[in-house]
C-alpha cells in the first residue's frame, strides 16, 4: 500500500528541543518536555545506529521580536527574549547531540542554511510553527530519497502538529511515538491516525522497523485474504483444520472484529508476513489466536513481535487476563509465549481438539 512506512528511506526530526523550552528553568518551558528528554536519547541512538539522518529543528527569535509569529511580537519586541540566537537557553538540549558533535553558527542557520552537526545530524531554523514552512526542508529530503519521516520533540499542539500536517500535505509517510512528543493527548493522536499517521507505541517497535523493515499494523480488508491463507498454511502444516478455524478464518469481522477483538498484521516491503489475533471468548475474557508467521520470514522475531503489540493492545483495551491454547509439539511458540510472561494452566480440551496447553498472563 502506498501509505507504508519505508525503514530505508527514514528520517528523524527533533522539534524545538531547545534550553529555553525543554529544562525546568528554561525562560519559556513547557510542560512535560523535560520528561520526554531519555526517550527522545534513546529515539535518536536508535536512528544514528542505523545510519539514518537525525535533523534538529529549532526556532530563533530576534530580540526584536522581527521573526516572531504575531502571537509572540509583542511578548519578544518588549523585552522578554526566548531562543535569541547566540543565547544559552536557543542551545540544543546537550543529550540530544551526537558525540563529536561539529560546530554549528545560528547566523548560518539564520540564513537558511541546513548545517551538519555529526556524521548524520543535521541543524535547521523554522521562521514559524512548521519545520516545512520557508526552509530548505523539504528539497533536502527529497535529494536524500526520504519518504518516510518519525516526527518528535516540543509541544504537540504547536510545532509538531504543524510540521506532520505539512508533511502530510507533501505527501510523506509518517509516524509518531507519543512518549517523545511533550503536550500530546489521546484524541489529537486518534486524529492523526485518521489521516494515516502511524502510531508506535513503544521505542522497541522503531527498531525492529528500522532494522528489519518489519512494521505491525491493524486489520484492514485488504489483509483478510492473508489472514485466511497464512494460518490455513499453518494449520495444515501441523494440525487438522476444525470447523471453529473455518468460522473464524472465512469471517473474521463477524468471528472477532465486531464483538471487539482485533486483528494485526506483521508488513515486510509491504507484504503481509505474519498475523495475531484478540478474540473475546464468550466468558467476556480475551484469547490470542490465529497466530501465524510465512514459512520465508520465519526466525526475524516476528511472531514475538506480533505478541508483544498484542499483549500492549490488550491492555489498553483494560484486559484482565489474556489467554491462549496450544501444544506441546509446538516448542518455538511455547518458548516466545513463557519468555512474554505466559504461564500455564489447567486446559479446557473442549475449546479446540488439537489444545493439550493452556496458558495465560495477567495483565
Not at 518551558?29 to 535533523?55: C, H, M, S, W
Not at 539564520?110 to 523554522?126: P, S
Not at 502510531?199 to 485474504?225: C, M, R, T, W
Amino acid at each position: 500500500m502506498s501509505n507504508i512506512l519505508e525503514c530505508d528511506k527514514s528520517a528523524l526530526l527533533i522539534i524545538d528541543m531547545q534550553k529555553d523550552f525543554a529544562t525546568f528553568n528554561g525562560k519559556a518551558y513547557i510542560d512535560g518536555t523535560e520528561e520526554i528528554v531519555p526517550n527522545l536519547v534513546t529515539l535518536a541512538n536508535i536512528f544514528r545506529r542505523q545510519g539514518k539522518d537525525v535533523i534538529h529543528i529549532i526556532r530563533l527569535y530576534h530580540p526584536d521580536g522581527s521573526n516572531a509569529e504575531l502571537c509572540r511580537k509583542d511578548i519578544i519586541s518588549s523585552g522578554k527574549h526566548i531562543v535569541a540566537p547566540q543565547s544559552e537557553g536557543a542551545a540544543i538540549i546537550d543529550k540530544l547531540l551526537p558525540d563529536n558533535i561539529r560546530p554549528y553558527h545560528h547566523e548560518d542557520l539564520l540564513k537558511g542554511e541546513i548545517v551538519q552537526c555529526g556524521v548524520n545530524d543535521y541543524v535547521l531554523y523554522k521562521p514559524r510553527w512548521g519545520a516545512f514552512y520557508d526552509t530548505e526542508l523539504h528539497n533536502m529530503l527529497q535529494s536524500k530519497g526520504i519518504t518516510t519521516l518519525f516526527i518528535a520533540g516540543c509541544n504537540f499542539p504547536n510545532c509538531p502538529r504543524t510540521t506532520i500536517y505539512e508533511a502530510s500535505e507533501r505527501d510523506y509517510k509518517v509516524s509518531i511515538i507519543p512518549s517523545t512528543i511533550s503536550g500530546i493527548y489521546e484524541r489529537g493522536i486518534k486524529e492523526l491516525q485518521h489521516i494515516g499517521i502511524h502510531v508506535f507505541e513503544e521505542l522497541s517497535f522503531v527498531d525492529s522497523f528500522l532494522k528489519n523493515g518489519i512494521l505491525i499494523v491493524n486489520y484492514q480488508p485488504a489483509y483478510k485474504h492473508a489472514f485466511e491463507t497464512l494460518n490455513k498454511a499453518w494449520l495444515n502444516k501441523y494440525f487438522d483444520i476444525e470447523p471453529i478455524d473455518e468460522y473464524v478464518l472465512s469471517k473474521p469481522e463477524d468471528a472477532i472484529l465486531n464483538d471487539g477483538g482485533k486483528i494485526l498484521f506483521a508488513l515486510k516491503n509491504g507484504q503481509v508476513t505474519g498475523t495475531v489475533a484478540l478474540k473475546k471468548m464468550t466468558n467476556g475474557g480475551f484469547e490470542l489466536t490465529k497466530m501465524a508467521v510465512h514459512e520465508n520470514y520465519q526466525g526475524l522475531g516476528i511472531g514475538t513481535l506480533l505478541c508483544k503489540h498484542a499483549i500492549l493492545l490488550a491492555k489498553n483495551l483494560h484486559v484482565k487476563e489474556l489467554v491462549l491454547f496450544s501444544h506441546s509439539r509446538l516448542k518455538n511458540a511455547l518458548s516466545i509465549y513463557r519468555k512474554l510472561g505466559f504461564l500455564e494452566t489447567d486446559v479446557d480440551k473442549t475449546i479446540y481438539k488439537r489444545a493439550d496447553i493452556r496458558m495465560a498472563l495477567q495483565l
